[in-house]
């Protein structure tokens, strides 16, 4: 039994991602979705009205309770929409529950959708998929505003060639992999400036992990990781790209791009972050 987690904040974006739920879901016969609205109280940024602020915490749930329903009852009548949807609420900060209630429903995959806003977004502040995705316990797919679901029959793992014994996610891939019956291409984007690496040896192990699934083998150099990455997908019928985003320390973190929160920014297709 397969369940699909699927964070909402009511936006045409999560309804986006939503309706990508349900056509995956299809594809892979999970049988059901979870709808999850984590509720904050507002946040004043005036120095005239006071920080602390007396809130209906019950009016507040009250309303997510409302939204949850009533963006449930809109994508019954979605094609799919006869799969089971279930919905949940709660007052919490949505990276700090996601977690917990993964576990609780047993969810395979969390799928949400991802807003671009500029460049400072993207190099300070991120966004909430983005930071699900890199805290996630499961794999994350995130989804692009403008993507419609198209049938996963080729996926692209973005591979750096370092470690590939510590750091692949070999049971979360496998599961995608025999879920959807996708062919695999590994790719490796080489820039002018990037040292030599032991390629035919993290190639044979990578074969070693992924003995069955037939990994096809692709190397292309371009100055930009995300260019050449988006280049490869759209020459090659791509339907979702990969990314194991690899741990860096903290000031790393805050002030340098990481390949995950370029692609997931600058990609137009679904892109599916996996941990090892």
């Known amino acids: 039994m397969k369940t699909i987690l699927v964070p909402t904040d009511f936006s045409d974006t999560a309804r986006n991602a939503a309706r990508y739920a349900l056509a995956l879901a299809n594809q892979i016969e999970a049988s059901k979705i979870v709808l999850y609205?984590?509720?904050?109280?507002?946040?004043?940024?005036?120095?005239?009205?006071?920080?602390?602020?007396?809130?209906?915490?019950?009016?507040?749930?009250?309303?997510?309770?409302?939204?949850?329903?009533?963006?449930?009852?809109?994508?019954?009548?979605?094609?799919?929409?006869?799969?089971?949807?279930?919905?949940?609420?709660?007052?919490?900060?949505?990276?700090?529950?996601?977690?917990?209630l993964s576990k609780a429903v047993a969810a395979d995959f969390i799928v949400m959708g991802i807003t671009g806003g500029g460049a400072v977004t993207e190099t300070l502040i991120g966004s909430n998929a983005v930071s699900v995705s890199l805290h996630s316990t499961i794999p994350v797919i995130i989804v692009p505003p403008e993507a419609s679901f198209k049938k996963i029959n080729q996926v692209l793992l973005a591979c750096d060639f370092k470690q590939v014994l510590e750091t692949t996610p070999v049971k979360p891939l496998k599961k995608l992999l025999e879920s959807t019956g996708a062919a695999l291409h590994v790719l490796h984007v080489n820039s002018s400036s990037e040292k030599a690496l032991n390629v035919s040896f993290e190639t044979m192990v990578l074969d070693g992990l992924l003995k069955g699934n037939n990994p096809q083998y692709h190397f292309v150099e371009n100055e930009s990781f995300t260019v050449g990455i988006n280049l490869f997908a759209d020459n090659n019928n791509i339907d979702m790209i990969i990314t194991m985003p690899k741990k860096h320390g903290f000031f790393d973190s805050l002030f340098k791009k990481s390949h995950t929160k370029r692609l997931a920014f600058h990609s137009h297709l679904p892109l599916m972050v996996m941990h090892d």
Do not use: H, R, W
């Open 37 to 100: 609205n984590a509720f904050q109280a507002p946040v004043s940024v005036d120095p005239m009205v006071p920080t602390v602020q007396l809130l209906d915490m019950d009016l507040m749930k009250k309303s997510s309770e409302e939204g949850l329903q009533q963006f449930k009852e809109e994508l019954k009548s979605e094609p799919f929409g006869s799969i089971e949807i279930d919905t949940f609420s709660e007052y919490n900060v949505l990276t700090g529950g996601i977690n917990d």
